[in-house]
T-cell receptor
Framework: DTGVSQNPRHKITKRGQNVTFRCDPI?????LYWYRQTLGQGPEFLTY????????KSRLLSDRFSAERPKGSFSTLEIQRTEQGDSAMYLC??????????FGEGSRLTVL | AQTVTQSQPEMSVQEAETVTLSCTYD???????LFWYKQPPSRQMILVIR??????QNATENRFSVNFQKAAKSFSLKISDSQLGDAAMYFC??????????????FGTGTLLAVQP
């Protein structure tokens, strides 16, 4: 059990560029969550998967955001045409059904 | 919609002393879970303690305990014998039970705890 792994840990990009973050959950966990955390705020829910199915999406997840979990293992979160307001820490978490959420260290995005 | 409120942006405690972090929440549900998470600087969030709403007994994990007041919708965290390693951001969170329409955690805005040597 190596924990939840997120890559890259830091990403600096220019406004208008696309970025993709990857999350590798704990191997036996079938649930995977994405959260966004801005400075001084608590994490805000974006979306979650059960296996490969995306079961819930927040209204925060505009059409510039897309998340996938193609084989029910790792997940990617893509942000297209980034805006300065997208600057945040993007957190991934995984869990068993009904179990405790284990979080990764996050991917910090800075949009210039 | 459920909300979680932490009214103390920052708290400070002397090493070996006790500190209480406050959390209130709003829900129309009768069954739910409440959590306290710890987020050290530049480290991942970890679960400190959880409470099932149907349990009247307050949860305890070593030096960490909660005061769960269901009628008042209050869920405070008490840290006894504070240690330097307890310094972190603490988040209160709410979740509906398994099988509900959603399984997401709803977080408060956090309390930054400083521990003075």
């Amino acid at each position: 059990d190596t924990g939840v792994s997120q890559n890259p840990r830091h990403k600096i990009t220019k406004r208008g560029q696309n970025v993709t973050f990857r999350c590798d959950p704990i191997s036996e966990h079938n649930r995977l969550y994405w959260y966004r955390q801005t400075l001084g705020q608590g994490p805000e829910f974006l979306t979650y998967f059960q296996n490969e199915a995306q079961l819930e999406k927040s209204r925060l997840l505009s059409d510039r955001f897309s998340a996938e979990r193609p084989k029910g293992s790792f997940s990617t979160l893509e942000i297209q045409r980034t805006e300065q307001g997208d600057s945040a820490m993007y957190l991934c978490a995984s869990s068993r059904l009904g179990g405790e959420l284990f979080f990764g260290e996050g991917s910090r995005l800075t949009v210039l | 919609a459920q909300t979680v409120t932490q009214s103390q942006p920052e708290m400070s405690v002397q090493e070996a002393e006790t500190v209480t972090l406050s959390c209130t929440y709003d829900t129309s549900e009768s069954d739910y879970y409440l959590f306290w998470y710890k987020q050290p600087p530049s480290r991942q969030m970890i679960l400190v303690i959880r409470q099932e709403a149907y349990k009247q007994q307050n949860a305890t994990e070593n030096r960490f305990s909660v005061n769960f007041q269901k009628a008042a919708k209050s869920f405070s965290l008490k840290i006894s014998d504070s240690q330097l390693g307890d310094a972190a951001m603490y988040f209160c969170a709410y979740r509906r039970p398994e099988g509900g329409a959603t399984n997401k955690l709803i977080f408060g805005t956090g309390t930054l705890l400083a521990v003075q040597p």
